[in-house]
Nanobody, 126 residues
Framework: VQLQASGGGLVQSGDSLTLSCAAS???????????VGWFRQAPGKELEFVAS????????YYADSVKGRFTISRDNARYTVSLQMNSLEPEDTAVYYC?????????????????WGQGTQVTVSS
């Protein structure tokens, strides 16, 4: 399955932004049984877990740094996963990646995710 992240941009502190992760490719329908996670990487920093959602949308996990501000959701009928980001802070500036874990169980370990999108840049100015 191929993933494409979109929706990034330049916003000001306190603004909102919604990222979208869309599945494509010959086996894109398999994403409905995958867990999907969002990760981010800021310049000079390691890859960081942001949020994840189980295959049926019933389980979600968030990094402490985004809990209460970000919301992950999925629409399996449209093969998409969204990340609603509110109250953005300059510290949220990073390239955001979506990834799929065929096990279907949401988690925070990047090593569990087999398929990755190309990333979308989010820049939050103060």
């Amino acid at each position: 399955v191929q993933l494409q992240a979109s929706g990034g941009g330049l916003v000001q502190s306190g603004d909102s932004l919604t990222l979208s992760c869309a599945a494509s490719g010959p086996t894109f329908t398999s994403v409905t049984s995958d867990a999907v996670g969002w990760f981010r990487q800021a310049p000079g920093k390691e890859l960081e877990f942001v949020a994840s959602i189980g295959w049926n949308g019933r389980s979600t996990y968030y990094a402490d740094s985004v809990k209460g501000r970000f919301t992950i959701s999925r629409d399996n009928a449209r093969y998409t996963v969204s990340l609603q980001m509110n109250s953005l802070e300059p510290e949220d500036t990073a390239v955001y990646y979506c990834a799929a874990d065929p096990s279907g169980s949401a988690g925070s370990n990047s090593g569990d995710y087999d398929y990755w999108g190309q990333g979308t840049q989010v820049t939050v100015s103060s």
